[in-house]
């Protein structure tokens, strides 16, 4: 849930930045020293370090990633440097109900593939078995590999099937890029994995900008920007095309981000503009966003903490914008100094603990005379002026949109959709104990009032459901939503119940002959997406048929066998896998009772046709 009010605290008050994120300042400071380490370190083909330290009488297991400094490694493709994510290291990284995969830079995952061509993974499992604190890290480019490695170990060892828990790992970034699309901040909500990553950012940094832009506008000089944020670099700072060359590439880089920011603002503030897809599909915008918890350290001390990945977005673009050309040259080095000064910089900062939570972004103040001048003062220092300070409440209000929608649906799950699923749960029940058969064919054919009662409550439940869906499409809902344990009961009761009329329905019309299978042609999304909310919560393969769609596969298989069509290997398969899986279905009573088809005509017609050596009688 979203904590209640937007606070400013101090150690008086009790609430540290360790307190919480949920590690310790001491702890934050010895990982930043070890990533910033790490890029320092003399070897060039080393992919990982690992140190077991001891901090405040606490044993932490830190994993460290040294950066690259090749182009090639960071964009390996124009003009973003993204491709899919690999779904099977990273089965979670992806919308589940509109089955869209993640995209991430194509050039980092590269990297973190010969990662695991090492021994890493042996000694990352022993780390976590250990039950000690892990902790990921990374400066710049390193910071990518901390991510993906991070998402990897919840996966694999922390996923809702595993019964050993361990304690989960952190990961802890300096100066990163950014290094994927939406899907990154939405899936790591919804499997509440986000407070466990966490950003540092230094105000004018370039790096976790840089990705904003196209490769194509800051390629000529791109190879040498790298050199200059190379620790290990022997790039002189009175090289006298030093400061043009970084002030061309911080001007492009926030040129583009202008237009990146300026895109997603119009949208947070539900801008209707045709002209706003038209100029999208026009301009190449970077599909990159960041997720996680975000630490803004604005150079005076101060830390602003931001869990909005909305808002995050639009600070990575205001809180470095310039106020005056003439100030160009001067930030534009700060970019590159700031970038290799994490160390400096959090020893200070975090000995003041002058930290400020922004939340309740929709009540931020527009101008320091705001009703919390500390809150204001916090976006003085970051240079915030007060068009800036609307898109952070648009995307305060666009949080709070999506829990009110989810609100209304509730409201409609409660007055509609709870009636109507007891009414047909009686439909069911009177069929099967009082007309003796199953309540799917009772609806198929349909010869009385109460067959015709069943069918309206039918399309109200549809209506419900199609809604939530649409909204679910347009990422309307909150990124919880879909890992949400009541809305997956919800969801598969609704789908388990309700489906086989919704079959019963397209066979009694025949559509079939005309439309195609039901599981290919017409199956409604709310049928598809509420079944990936159960196979993505217990872990399950994709099932083709289900429990709750083995009626469309009984009609499809009766109707070749019935036509005389010949019994290929394919049929024989399909025929052999129904059959095993109604028993599996049916031993569990909780997933499907044996009355729901043991007397349905449909269902014996099709046994009773089935060849002799195709029976199984164990079923």
């Not at 949920?22 to 930043?32: N, Q, S």
């Not at 993640?102 to 990352?124: H, I």
């Not at 009609?555 to 599996?584: A, F, G, T």
Request: with cysteine; proline share 4%; charged share 25%.
């Amino acid at each position: 849930m979203l904590r209640e009010t937007t606070r400013i605290r101090d150690n008086m008050a009790g609430g540290s930045l360790g307190d919480n994120i949920g590690l310790k300042e001491d702890a934050i400071k010895r990982v930043c020293g070890l990533a910033c380490k790490a890029n320092n370190h003399k070897s060039t083909d080393k992919l990982y370090f690992y140190d077991k330290v001891q901090i405040s009488s606490e044993t932490y297991h830190v994993f460290s990633f040294p950066g690259s400094w090749d182009p090639a490694e960071w964009f390996v493709n124009k003009p973003f440097g993204v491709s899919k994510i690999n779904s099977t290291q990273f089965p979670s990284l992806r919308s589940i109900g509109n089955d869209e995969l993640a995209w991430v830079n194509e050039g980092f995952a590269k990297r973190f593939d010969r990662l695991l061509e090492t021994n890493f993974e042996d000694v990352v499992k022993k780390a976590i078995l250990d039950g000690k604190q892990v902790v990921f890290t990374g400066h710049s480019s390193g910071a990518a590999m901390a991510t993906q490695t991070t998402f990897w170990v919840l996966e694999k060892y922390f996923n809702p099937t595993k019964i050993q828990k361990p304690k989960l790992p952190f990961c802890v970034t300096f100066g990163s890029p950014l290094i994927g699309n939406h899907i990154f901040s939405h899936a790591s909500k919804r499997e509440n994995w986000s407070r466990y990553f966490v950003h540092f950012v230094l105000r004018y940094d370039i790096v976790p900008r840089i990705l904003l832009a196209p490769l194509a506008s800051i390629e000529e000089n791109f190879g040498s920007v790298l050199q200059f944020l190379n620790p290990k670099s022997k790039t002189s700072t009175q090289d006298p095309t030093r400061a043009i060359l970084i002030s061309e590439v911080y001007k492009t880089v926030m040129r583009n981000a202008a237009s990146v920011t300026s895109h997603a603002a119009c949208i947070l503030m539900g801008s209707t503009n045709l002209l706003l897809e038209t100029v999208a599909n026009f301009v190449e915008l970077s599909p990159y966003r960041p997720f996680g918890t975000y630490v803004f350290c604005n150079g005076n001390g101060q830390l602003i903490v931001v869990e909005n990945s909305d808002a995050v977005l639009q600070l990575l673009f205001h809180t470095a914008l310039l106020s005056d050309l003439a100030e160009l040259e001067e930030v534009a080095d700060k970019s590159i100094s700031q970038h290799l000064n994490y160390v400096a910089e959090l020893q200070e900062s975090l000995g003041m603990q002058n930290v400020v939570y922004l939340e309740q972004l929709e009540q931020l103040p527009l101008s320091a005379d705001g009703s919390n001048s500390d809150v204001a003062t916090a976006l003085d220092g970051l240079g915030l002026n007060t068009r800036a300070r609307l898109c952070l409440r648009a995307a305060g209000e666009l949080e709070k949109q999506k829990r009110k929608n989810e609100d209304k649906i509730m409201k409609e799950i409660q007055d509609k959709a709870l009636t109507s699923m007891k009414e047909l749960q009686n439909y069911k029940t009177t069929c099967e104990m009082h007309k003796g058969k199953g309540y799917y064919d009772a609806f198929k054919v349909q010869k009385e009032s109460n067959d015709f009662q069943a069918n309206v409550k039918r399309l109200v439940l549809a209506g419900v459901w199609d809604e939530v869906i649409e909204m679910l499409k347009r990422y309307e809902l909150p990124d919880e939503f879909e890992g949400d344990k009541e809305w997956i009961k919800r969801g598969t009761e609704y789908r388990r119940l309700v489906e086989p009329l919704d079959i019963a329905n397209y066979y009694r019309h025949l559509k079939n002959e005309d439309t195609g299978p039901y599981m290919i042609r017409a199956r409604p999304k709310r049928y598809r997406y509420t079944q990936r909310w159960l196979e993505h919560a217990k872990r399950m393969p994709p099932a083709p048929i289900t429990e709750s769609t083995f009626w469309a596969e009984v009609e499809e298989l009766y109707s070749w066998i019935n036509s005389k069509k010949p019994l290929d290997d394919h049929v024989e398969q399909r025929v052999k896998q129904l059959q095993k899986d109604l028993k599996n279905w049916t031993d569990d009573e909780k997933v499907l009772a044996k009355d729901t088809f043991l007397k349905d005509p449909n269902f014996i017609r099709w046994k009773d046709i089935l060849p002799q050596e195709l029976k199984d009688t164990s079923s």
